[in-house]
């Protein structure tokens, strides 16, 4: 399998509002490959791994199969912010 070499545009963004909430960890970890997700996340006593993509980006070949064989914790695909926010559970005004 292939690894993906680019990180999608919209993560840079993702990361920097997730990280400016009190109490939010996140570890970036796109560059361990093999379909493992973009960010891990840490929020409240939950962990949520989270793999970013565009509105129109698709899974890896990796990805897929990381998705389909996750035993773990949340596992999440966001493409903006607010979807993010969601995820992780942050109530939005």
């Known amino acids: 399998m292939t690894r993906a070499r680019r990180v999608d545009s919209n993560q840079a963004e993702i990361v920097e509002v ?8 996140v570890w970036l970890t796109f560059r361990v490959g093999k379909g493992v997700p973009d960010i891990l996340v840490g929020y409240h006593g939950r962990t949520v791994l989270i793999e970013c993509k565009t509105a129109d980006g698709e899974l890896t070949e990796d990805e897929r199969q990381f998705f389909d ?15 993010a ?3 992780i559970g942050v109530k939005q005004p």
């Open 85 to 87: 926010l969601r995820v």
């Open 18 to 25: 997730l990280r400016a909430i009190p109490g939010c960890v």
């Open 69 to 83: 064989t996750w035993t773990g914790g949340p596992l999440a695909i966001v493409r903006s912010v607010d979807e």
